[in-house]
Structure formats: structure tokens, C-alpha cells
């Protein structure tokens, strides 16, 4: 069977008309469609944990200004690290993809990437990381590399867990260790309570998406948190996110951040207690909604935290 044209295929998670479809030629299409670059809210939620800790970090360490070295960094290796992951995932889960309707339009399921060439460009993406990573430390080279485990092992987790987004937590969460080590070339309390947040903040984020495919997870038994939780998910985003504000927020304090991070976190708090009040378990369009606004409310707290280092520098 022939597979279909790259310009007949509809991704539903993806904005229609974004830059992929519009100015890429149409054989490198689906390699885009692989690494997500049609959907960056992937790599913007891998790279915030990476700008909270190494803005945290440089405050703490007396920098007016994170490193705009270390930040465009962290941004390359996100795009890189993000797209590497999808494609693994997709590698594994192409027999799982085809099954699900919100998956099945993918490259690997929908035929229009074989496997063996979705492992080069795997390679290809995992090499970028690989330079990115040899730009720092040993210390967090090694850290890094740490981080292949959970991503390694996440794909499989909804076999045998209904609780695949811890993992998925870990691994994402991960740029939350990186950028504290990044400056000080070790790890202390406040990276450690930034990671543990960010690994809470990621299981309800994605506990919030998991819902657009809740009925289809059933039919083939796949583990997710919104099937087990369903209706009471509201109250799992309170705890989660509750003591996803709370560890921040001691985490900044022993950081000794000042005012402008707490106004940030304030905001980053109101942003999503928003989230669990427009909460619709039924609503898969409000879903995708909510789970994307995650971004905004991630560079509230980033900005808290840049403008805070740049206030105690003067």
C-alpha cells in the first residue's frame, strides 16, 4: 500500500497552516512531524525547568543576568533532546499509535517514515544533544547523561503502570538539575526542590493532556493516570499543583530569592489554579488547551526569577 502525501495528513495536535507546513519541502515533512517541530510546546516544557534553575542558580550565586550562553544552550539541547524523545517514543509505540485516533496520522504508523530511517535521524538528534551536553562541566556532563535512563524506559511504562507520567516526570524534569550545575558545578537543596516540583508540575500537566485519549487508552488497555483518576482529576491538579507552588517556593527562599520571584511564583500559582477551575475531563479541545497554557504560566515564573536577579545586581 501506497502511504499518504505529507500534505494530505492532518496531526491534530498541531496548529493548522504552522511553519512546518507552509515552508518545509514536503520529503522533510514528516521527519518535523517526528521531532514535533510543527508543536513546540514539547521542547518550551523541557526547557523551563532548565531557565528556573539556572536563573535560580545565577541569583544565588550573585549574577545580575543568567548566562545567555548557558540559556541559548539549554534551548538547542531542548529542541534536540525533545525531538530525539518523540522519535524514540514513536519507534517504540508505532504498533500502540496506529491504534489510537489522535496517533495514527503519525510518520511511522501512517507509513511515511520506516523505522530504520526514524533511527538515524534518532541518532542524528541525539548527536546535537550529545554537543550541546560536551559544552559543560564534567560534573554536568555526567548529570546529563543520567537523564537517558528515565527517557529510555518511559515508553514502555504505560504497559505496565497507570502512572507512565511519573516517568515521564523524571525525565522532563531533568533541565531542573542541569542548570543549577551548570553554575555552581554541584547540586544543593534548592535544585533538588526545583526538580521535585517540576516532576509534580509535569505529572498534572500531563495528566490534563492523557484525557483526550482516555476512551482510546480503554479499548487497548493502556495505563494513564486520567483513566484512573477520571472524574476526580480536579483534585489530583490541587494537590499536585498545590505542592508544586509550595517546594518553589522553599526552594526560592533557601536560594535567597527575593520579592519579584515570589510575585512571579504568585502569578505562576494563579495561572494554574485557572487551569483547574476551567477543568473539563470531557473536553479534549479544552484539554490540549489548558495542557499548552502551561507555557505561559512557566515564563511567568521565569521572568519572576530574571527580573529578581536583575534587581539585586544593582
Known sequence: MTPPDSEDIVIPDAKRGNWVDRLLPAALKPYAQLARLDRPIGWWLLLLPCWWSLALASGAAGH????????????IGAVAMRGAGCTYNDIVDRDID??????RTRPIPSGRVSRAAATVFLTLQALVGLLVLLQFDRFSIVLGLCSLVPVAIYPFMKRITHFPQVVLGLSFSWGALMGWSTVFGRLDAPAVLVYVAAILWTFAYDTIYAHQDREDDALIDLGSTARYFAQSTPKLLTVCYGATVL????????ADAKIVA???LAGFARHLAWQIEKFDADDGVLCLRLFKSNRDAGLILTAGLVVDGLLKGM
Not at 545580575?64 to 534551548?75: G, K, Q, R
Not at 496506529?98 to 496517533?103: D, I, L, N
Not at 517546594?247 to 533557601?254: H, K, Q, R, S
Open 64 to 75: 545580575a543576568v543568567p548566562s545567555p550562553w548557558y540559556a541559548l544552550l539549554f534551548f
Open 98 to 103: 496506529a491504534a489510537v485516533a489522535r496517533t
Open 247 to 254: 517546594l518553589l517556593g522553599v526552594a526560592f527562599y533557601l
Open 262 to 264: 515570589f510575585v512571579g
